[in-house]
């Protein structure tokens, strides 16, 4: 497949603000839309997603398709785009064409459908993700990490220091222990919302997570999840009161791992909560 010809159509393309305007694409609260137009940005993220050149590339929300026509320019063998929004669909139609059988549009709210297993290997994931659906979406996706070849995501600068924060840390949650149990994440670079069309209220940053082969740790993430949410449910307490609402003998569950029962959740690391959820599977 010859790759010069789809990125002078590309950027043959009418720019995107005109597209908005065409298609009355105001971006709409109630599905987080804030569009990012800022083509030395998106070139930035689309370069950050890695060998684009092989596999797939899933986008989720493309909007009026800035992402895409980079991800698109900078060499893309095949990009499937996940959109719910109507008005989105028929604005990216030209995009389509452009692109030459390399884009493909799915229709759908990407909680719903199994974005994991779209398209061939190696799949990568990126997206200017809505604000307001951001988080389940990432925990979906841990679950099926082993689909997955790498993610580039942005976030809200505050959920992307939660993703990559490290023990002891006053960002450091149950989502760190999830993303960093599953992925090796790093903070890549942050975008000011006055990149955005209509501009956030909140600074942005994209975050790269790569899946490990196998977990950094053996565990049940269903076990995990549980764990980690009693532990944090109640961050200021020791571990013995907040793991309390687990439903089994919490020193019995402490007292096999080797973990202080006066510790806290912030203290503790991915490998000790793995300890954790495997103590807890096997408790009576």
């Known amino acids: ?28 609260r ?20 890695g060998k684009i050149g092989e596999g797939t ?13 980079a991800l698109l320019m900078e060499g893309a063998a095949k990009v499937i785009a996940v959109e719910r929004d109507q008005r989105c669909i028929e604005a990216l139609a ?35 993700l809505p604000y307001n659906v951001s988080v389940p979406l990432l925990i979906g996706w841990l679950e099926k ?24 840390g006053k960002s450091y949650g149950r989502l760190a222990v999830l993303a960093n149990w599953r992925c090796q994440t790093r903070k890549l670079f942050d975008i000011p919302a006055r990149a955005f069309t209509p501009p956030p209220k909140v600074v942005s940053a994209v975050v790269e997570l790569i899946p490990y082969a196998e977990p950094s740790h053996p565990c ?4 995990l999840q549980t764990v980690t949410a009693a532990a944090f449910g109640q961050r200021r307490k020791m571990l013995r009161r907040s793991l309390g609402g687990l439903g089994v003998d919490t020193e019995a569950l402490l007292k096999t791992t080797g973990i202080d029962p006066t510790a806290r959740a912030e203290s503790l690391d991915v490998a000790q909560f793995a300890m954790l959820a495997r103590a807890f599977v096997s408790l009576p």
């Open 145 to 168: 990490a082993g689909q997955i070849a790498s993610m580039t995501l942005m976030f809200q600068k505050e959920v992307a220091d939660r993703i990559t924060a490290v023990p002891g």
């Open 57 to 69: 590339v899933i986008e989720v929300g493309p909007g009026p398709g800035g992402l895409t026509r």
């Open 94 to 128: 030209d995009l389509v064409e452009a692109a030459a059988g390399r884009l493909e549009i799915v229709e759908g709210d990407a909680l719903e459908i199994d974005t994991a297993s779209l398209g061939g290997t190696p799949r990568r994931i990126v997206a200017n």
């Open 30 to 49: 109630r599905l987080g839309q804030h569009f990012l137009l800022d083509l030395n940005l998106t070139g930035r993220i689309a370069r950050a997603t």
């Open 1 to 28: 497949m010859s790759p010069s010809p789809v990125p002078e159509a590309v950027a043959a393309l009418p720019p995107l603000r005109e597209v908005i305007a065409r298609h009355d694409l105001a971006a709409r």
């Open 220 to 223: 049940d993430i269903t076990a």
